[in-house]
């Protein structure tokens, strides 16, 4: 029996004011660390092979093109767009985060000699105008703020040559599932999930629009629903921390947390675990 938190009141802060992604120049080693591991277990995830797969396939990317991916983190794309555009083709990875863009380096995507990883925000880079066949972000447009969100998708644009392609892909935080016994407080932890963990957990189903209003032709979207049920995935890890993060912003109680998170313990051990979260693919031309 959960203990109703009626003795806190509700916070009141903007939405995204727990999201790491926000603000990754202010990470400390260990923050760093946890998030390499964290991004690495995510890529591993079949479901996030299957998506990276659709992103070339939608990007039409060949051999001898460039693409640029903006956020690249560990490089997992990056490793994957490598081989399709060949030793005549070329990678840029723009990842502000020192640690990051250090990691991706050396262990990431050292030995493939045509990627090249800077560290910079996409906003800031000095990659030339017109460089790219292909400009991508995975993930990393949910957490920019605004204005620096529009600054960066016309970044991308710009950074785009003329009839090549400008792709956004993202989770959609609200269209987040989990099998919990629990309905009340997963879903206090899923309105703490959508509207803190992100800057905008809405961006995924805005970006079809958004990018027409910035010009973009020729849209296309793509859906592609992650599962798990391994409780070794990213996707557990990442359920438990989302309680705790909830717990330490003071949205629900640190025994609320710990009691959500022992139950979703026993769901697994009865081999039980279930979640689902929708990611959507959006590609569009540069006239
Ligand atoms: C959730 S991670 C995704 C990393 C990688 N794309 C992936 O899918 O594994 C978000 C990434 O966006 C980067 N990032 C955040 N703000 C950025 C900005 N303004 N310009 C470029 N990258 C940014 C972060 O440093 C981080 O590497």
């Known amino acids: 029996m959960t203990t109703p938190n009626t003795d806190r009141p509700t916070p009141n ?46 990007a039409r990317l060949r051999a001898g093109q460039c693409a640029i991916e903006i956020g690249s983190g560990t490089g997992p794309l990056l490793r994957d767009m490598a ?38 925000r996409a906003i800031a880079t000095a990659v030339a105008m017109r460089t790219a066949d292909v400009c991508i972000a995975q993930t990393v447009l949910i957490h920019v703020p605004l204005p620096e969100r529009g600054e960066t998708v016309a970044k991308m644009i710009e950074l785009t040559k003329s ?11 609200e269209s987040w599932v989990i099998d919990h016994p629990d309905r009340a407080m997963t879903r206090r932890i899923t309105a703490f999930y959508v509207e803190q963990r992100f800057t905008d957990g809405w961006w ?42 909830a ?17 979703l313990d026993e769901r697994a051990a009865a081999g039980q675990f279930f979640t689902t979260l929708n990611f959507y693919v959006t590609c569009a031309v540069k006239q």
């Open 13 to 58: 802060v903007p939405s995204g004011t727990h999201d790491d992604f926000s603000r990754v120049e202010t990470w400390d080693d260990q923050r760093t660390e946890n998030w390499v591991k964290n991004l690495e277990l995510r890529a591993a995830g079949a479901d996030q092979v299957r998506l990276r797969r659709e992103i070339i396939d939608i």
């Open 83 to 120: 081989p399709v555009v060949g030793p005549a083709g070329r990678i840029i990875g723009i990842e502000p985060q020192t640690g990051l863009a250090r990691y991706s380096r050396e262990r990431g995507v050292a030995n493939l000699p045509n990627v090249e990883v800077r560290n910079e």
């Open 163 to 173: 009839g090549g392609r400008v792709i956004s892909a993202d989770q959609d935080a």
């Open 204 to 245: 995924a189903r805005k970006s079809r629009g958004e990018f027409m209003r910035a010009g973009l032709k020729d849209v296309e979207s793509r859906a592609i629903v992650v599962m798990a049920t391994d409780p070794q995935s990213y996707e557990f890890q990442m359920a438990k921390q989302r309680a705790n993060a």
């Open 247 to 263: 717990a330490q912003a003071g949205w629900i109680a640190i025994d609320e947390a710990a009691r959500w998170s022992g139950a």
